[in-house]
């Protein structure tokens, strides 16, 4: 996760008005009963509005966790553990720009 961290900021650098990324620990809520915390997520330039300080509300263009069974995050109302990798709704997702 760190490499691809470090790659996705080179680029960027390179490219700032296309959006940011942010390491984990970020609550990432998409409803009252739905917050994950993925290990890493970008948010697209165009979804600066779902930042706050706290944490990102909605879903950010692209969210990834680790394969480890160890990673996964606890759903704030219920308890249960949820798998942080997930998929955003068609309309929130967002092409990352590849190189």
């Not at 650098?13 to 998409?30: M, Q, S, Y």
């Not at 069974?69 to 955003?88: E, P, Q």
Request: hydrophobic share 40%; charged share 20%; with cysteine.
């Amino acid at each position: 996760m760190r490499r691809l961290l470090l790659e996705i900021e080179l680029y960027l650098k390179a490219n700032p008005r296309t959006g940011g990324v942010f390491p984990a620990p970020l609550d990432v809520v998409l409803s009252h009963f739905d917050v994950v915390e993925p290990d890493l997520l970008f948010v697209a330039g165009d979804q600066t509005n779902i930042l706050t300080e706290k944490n990102i509300q909605g879903a950010p263009a692209f969210a990834s966790t680790g394969w480890s069974t160890l990673n996964s995050t606890r759903c704030r109302c219920s308890g249960r553990h949820r798998k942080a990798s997930w998929r955003a709704s068609s309309n929130s997702v967002r092409k990352m720009a590849t190189y």
